[in-house]
């Protein structure tokens, strides 16, 4: 068993609890709490003394930070967000720009409003068959450092939300060729590099920061993350502050723990328990590929898109739009049977497949979709790309000026041309298709019209209809 400092002081902790007169109020009096709270330890105060000074926590950050490879690791009970938001404070000064994937996560795009930068977007190619986001081509990159000497740092989102890695060796090279440091948001890559057939981590190709969800792909607690940083090209300190600066004061015990014994479960099983998550998923596809028009995303990606390195073999992704059947219609009798999926609209379906799953629940997934899809059978139509990956932004000014500019809400009609002053995000992947300080194009404005009334959830914005949008106040 490899050691875990952090879980091992959280469970003797649970086992020996002192009488608190801490936070949190409820104590853990039985009188007043069953097993929902009964787990509940800060780590300030119980696992860890009140004033740290134990430094069992940096002990358990040292250790991810041996098996990831990386100079200096935080733990958060914030998710990848936080990690998102110190990077942004890490990297460069206010008005700096930085060269940034288009398919950032919205708390990217807040830690550019945040930091006052000033983002040079770089789309990824679209996969022709699919419509999926398709790798970043280093080439574009090296483009867009060319145009912009003065970009301070190029920020990556790998693996994609749909499984697709790209070439983040070649990448690393071209930003450290040009003296920038490359940073990646591998929220959905905390189980990269743990097994021959996946590709490796970000650290390993080279990057000098990744941040990643433990939550997601391995076995924290919900909003579990970590960042991972090399010294060479990053202000350690300033990472640091950041970090701390943006984190609660509180940090849960348990999620933090969770942290320590995910990386454990990695270390000792990881290999193992990602062989079933591996074999299960493509036996999935197997009997996926069987179903009359139902397109199976698989390593053909990859070999069709050069900037692909390769997709994520434990990744499933299903195009419903050849069986004609309605992706959320489908996604919710699947509900009503007990099957959530991570990523369901009209034409697309990404269920999570993790080293938490067994043969048996993939089967489970496998039978009861492809039941589904023969219950919802149509005409087949076709293929729509989702906004979020196709849009090509005109950017006005940066999100920084834009989010705190005087704004009115105006028709949608009216905001073609003008400058956005919210955040529209089609949700899942949670990736913003119009951005404060960019304009608002009426292609893209009619698209996420199309699918707010196709029943995807449009999020943070006022209007999620989108009949009305926020623009800056001329
Ligand atoms: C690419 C990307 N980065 C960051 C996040 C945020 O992660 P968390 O939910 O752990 O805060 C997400 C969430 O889906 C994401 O897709």
Redesign the pocket.
């Known amino acids: 068993m490899a050691d875990t400092p952090l879980y091992d002081a959280y469970r003797a902790f649970l086992a020996d609890p002192a009488t608190p007169f801490t936070v949190p109020g409820h104590k853990r009096n039985p009188a007043l709490v069953d097993e929902l709270l009964a787990i509940d330890l800060p780590l300030y105060g119980a696992v860890e003394s009140l004033d740290g000074s134990t430094g069992i926590l940096p002990r358990a950050e040292r250790r991810a930070g041996e098996l990831w490879g990386a100079d200096w690791c935080g733990f958060s009970v ?5 990690g ?1 938001m110190a990077i942004a404070l890490t990297l460069a000064k206010p008005g700096d720009k930085v060269v940034v994937a288009r398919t950032l ?1 919205k ?2 795009f807040f830690g550019l409003v945040l930091a006052g930068l000033d983002p040079v977007w770089v789309r990824p190619d679209i996969d022709a068959r699919t419509g999926l986001t398709a790798g970043m081509p280093p080439e574009r990159i090296a483009a867009a450092l060319d145009a912009h000497p003065e970009a301070r740092a190029v920020m990556l ?1 790998e693996p994609s ?1 749909v499984g697709g890695v790209s070439d983040v060796a070649a990448i690393a090279e071209i930003a450290h060729a040009r003296g920038v440091p490359l940073t990646v ?1 591998a ?2 890559g905390a189980h990269l590099g743990f097994h021959p057939a996946l590709p490796p981590h970000a650290l390993q190709a080279g990057a000098d920061i990744l941040v990643t ?1 433990v ?2 792909h391995i076995t924290g607690f919900t ?1 579990s ?1 970590m960042v991972l940083a090399q010294r060479e090209r990053i202000d350690i300190d300033r990472l640091e502050a950041a970090f701390e600066g943006l984190h609660t004061t509180s940090p849960s015990g348990g999620i933090m723990a969770s942290i320590d014994r995910a990386r454990a479960l990695l270390e000792e099983r990881g290999t193992a328990l990602l062989d079933v998550a591996i074999a299960e998923s493509e036996r999935a596809r197997e009997r996926f590929r069987a179903v009359e028009g139902l397109g199976v995303v698989g390593a053909d990606i990859a070999e069709r898109n050069p900037a692909l390195l390769m997709h994520d073999p434990t990744k499933i992704v299903l195009s419903l739009v050849g069986t004609g059947a309605n992706g959320i219609a489908v996604a919710d009798v699947l509900e009503e049977r007990g099957i959530t999926l991570e990523f369901a609209d009209r034409d697309t379906f990404c269920p999570v497949i993790t080293l938490g799953d067994t043969a048996e629940t993939i089967d489970r997934l496998a039978d009861e979709v492809i039941r589904a899809i023969e219950e919802h059978r149509g005409d087949p139509r076709d293929l729509v790309p989702l906004t979020a990956w196709t849009v090509d932004p005109v950017t006005a000014m940066t999100p920084r000026d834009a989010f705190f500019a005087d704004h009115v809400r105006v028709p949608a009609a009216e905001a073609i041309g003008r400058i956005a002053a919210e955040t529209v995000v089609p949700y ?3 990736i913003p298709a119009l951005a404060p300080g960019e304009v608002v194009q009426g292609p893209v404005v009619e698209a996420l019209q199309a699918e707010a009334a196709a029943g995807t959830s449009i999020r943070y914005c006022g209007d999620p209809n989108l009949e009305t949008i926020l623009v800056v106040a001329e």
């Open positions: 914030q998710g990848s967000s936080h998102n996560h708390s990217l989102i939300y948001d929220a959905w969800s939550h997601k909003q993350s899942p992947p949670g």
